[in-house]
């Protein structure tokens, strides 16, 4: 798997660990788990489905005899024992239930359960990073530019925002909250915060699907700035002067990963 294959499939793992973090209720709710998500979480990771008496099961075996099994209900129990074992605790038959041994593994479970809920997409998404590897060549960073240059220059929305989407995760960008987005544009930055403990953000990346126009921006947004804001909207509509802008943005963002991987270092590796 390529570094850019590798980014893509991180953006992936992260969106469906907060589609499925979203959909977990409190305890006793009647809420509906995000089941198609975990699974496709589950996939990645090498976990294999079994549909065993009324229970879906996804297994991950690694040969020790006890395999991780994770329970796709609304609970997401993640247990370390054997097939058999979760079967019995979780769907007993009315045989097994007269054992008073199997009655006290039924009401008890915590000897073979790892995690639950969030603690156990927290593991399942971890475990899918691992598989990755973020080891990249000066060259892979600079494709990537020359591809946004390419779809910029198309008028490939789409692949503009792809490329967009790859940058922001390497330069760690979030999306901008509602009160600084605009519609039709695709709109990132990094996070900061003022003194005054205001949440901002900058530089900005803004880049207009419709006019397809893309500019980044220098300055720090807060999210109460109204003059900055205003500004800000104005670059998207091609109104005000962003610093960069076009196709050198492409350039600009290269620079800048290079430039804060060398020095912070972090997940991503600089083949030397």
Do not use: W
């Not at 600084?180 to 900005?204: F, I, N, Q, W």
């Amino acid at each position: 798997m390529s570094f850019r294959e590798s980014v893509q499939q991180k953006i992936k793992i992260d969106d469906l660990t907060i589609k499925v973090l979203a959909s977990i209720g409190s305890p006793g709710s009647e809420k509906k788990v995000n089941k198609d998500a975990m699974r496709e979480l589950l996939e990645i990771n090498g976990y294999v489905y079994k549909r065993e008496r009324d229970l879906d099961l996804h297994i991950f075996s690694d040969g020790s005899g006890k395999d991780s099994i994770l329970v796709l209900d609304n609970e997401l129990a993640l247990y370390r024992t054997t097939l058999q074992d979760v079967a019995m605790r979780k769907s007993p038959t009315v045989k097994e239930m007269v054992s008073i041994r199997n009655a006290i593994k039924i009401l008890k479970d915590t000897d073979v359960v790892v995690s639950r809920r969030e603690e156990t997409v927290r593991a399942v998404q971890q475990a899918c990073m691992k598989t990755l590897d973020f080891h990249y060549e000066k060259g892979d960073i600079e494709a990537m530019g020359k591809d946004g240059m390419a779809a910029l220059d198309n008028g490939y929305a789409d692949g503009v925002v792809e490329i967009l989407r790859l940058y922001e995760e390497i330069l760690n960008y979030g999306p901008l909250p509602n009160s600084l987005a605009l519609p039709h544009c695709h709109m990132a930055g990094a996070l900061d915060r003022k003194t005054s403990g205001e949440v901002a953000y900058g530089p900005v990346l803004v880049y207009n699907m419709m006019y397809n126009k893309l500019s980044l921006t220098d300055d720090v947004v807060g999210v109460r700035d109204t003059d900055k804001i205003e500004t800000l909207h104005a670059i998207s509509r091609g109104e005000g002067d962003a610093g960069v802008e076009g196709p050198e943005v492409f350039n600009k963002l290269t620079a800048m990963f290079l430039e804060s991987a060398t020095r912070s270092g972090g997940i991503y590796r600089l083949i030397s």
